[in-house]
């Protein structure tokens, strides 16, 4: 990737201008039999989307907090870029009640409503389906990222330095993130072209360093699998085999 990215939208930016057309996210849920894969193209066009909904409809603002209340999914992922791209501070399970906006999915929706600022609703449905009814108290990801641009341009610059993502009650700026996801992505041999197998969350650092940032950082992608527990010794091996895994997460 490029030497001169800072923040984790760099790092797309960059990957879109390289290659676009490769893979980028393939997801699994081996609770429902869900797969989405996610071109780096197609990916970033979510985090633009996304990243004019923040903007735009939100009115989120660099130094805003979020908190992010949704498990490893491909949708979390897109979050997580386009609060990069606007330069909006992410915290992974982070207390509503503290926070300026949340996003938060089905099983968490209750404790959202602290929140006193926006809140998302992500139903994490197959296919990215809409909730039959929007949650009370909520707005539909689904039904209000469709309509927004598919190019994103941020009012203000975003400052590399400033916080990004706090995770494990570690706080890291985007320059940090990129310097740790490309150290990760050493550390755990990728190279342009890697295929890292995870079935860890989104809970931890290790869990989104080898679910999204040092595949990212690597110009490789990841094979992230939810629920893959219930895969079985013979399932994974056959996903390793028709995904053309090279590595896999500790």
Same mark, same amino acid.
């Given at each position: 990737m490029n030497a001169s990215d800072r923040t984790p939208a760099d790092l797309l930016r960059s990957a879109l201008a390289a290659d676009p057309g490769r893979p980028l996210i393939t997801f699994y849920d081996d609770a429902t039999g869900e797969r989405v894969e996610l071109s780096v193209a197609t990916f970033a066009n979510w985090v633009a989307k996304t990243a004019n909904l923040l903007q735009g409809e939100l009115s989120a603002a660099p130094g805003d907090r979020l908190a992010l209340l949704v498990p490893a999914h491909w949708q979390t992922a897109v979050w997580l870029l386009a609060c990069s791209s606007v330069g909006v501070t992410v915290e992974i399970g982070g207390d509503p009640a503290d926070a300026d906006l949340v996003v =938060?999915?089905?099983? /968490?929706?209750?404790?959202?409503?602290?929140?006193? *600022? $926006?809140?998302?609703?992500?139903?994490?449905?197959?296919? *990215?389906?809409?909730?039959?009814?929007?949650? !009370?108290?909520?707005?539909?990801? =689904?039904?209000?990222?469709?309509?927004?641009?598919?190019?994103? !341009?941020?009012?203000?610059?975003?400052?590399?330095? #400033?916080? #990004?993502?706090?995770?494990?009650?570690?706080?890291?700026s985007g320059a940090q993130l990129? $310097?740790?996801?490309? /150290?990760?992505?050493? /550390?755990?041999?990728l190279a342009p072209g890697s295929r890292l197998l995870s079935g860890l969350g989104y809970g931890d650092?290790?869990?989104? !360093?080898?679910?999204l940032y040092a595949p990212l950082a690597a110009g490789g992608s990841v094979v992230l699998c939810r629920?893959?527990?219930?895969?079985?010794?013979? *399932?994974?091996?056959?996903?390793?085999?028709?995904?053309?895994? /090279?590595?896999s997460a500790p």
């Open positions: =938060a999915g089905p099983d /968490t929706l209750e404790a959202g409503l602290a929140c006193s *600022g $926006e809140r998302i609703a992500l139903s994490l449905a197959p296919l *990215g389906r809409r909730f039959p009814a929007a949650p !009370a108290g909520y707005a539909d990801y =689904a039904v209000e990222v469709p309509s927004q641009g598919d190019r994103f !341009a941020p009012f203000v610059p975003v400052d590399p330095d #400033a916080p #990004a993502l706090v995770v494990d009650g570690t706080e890291r990129v $310097e740790q996801a490309r /150290t990760e992505a050493a /550390t755990l041999g650092w290790q869990g989104l !360093a080898a679910g629920n893959l527990d219930q895969l079985g010794a013979e *399932g994974l091996e056959k996903r390793v085999e028709s995904e053309r895994v /090279t590595h």
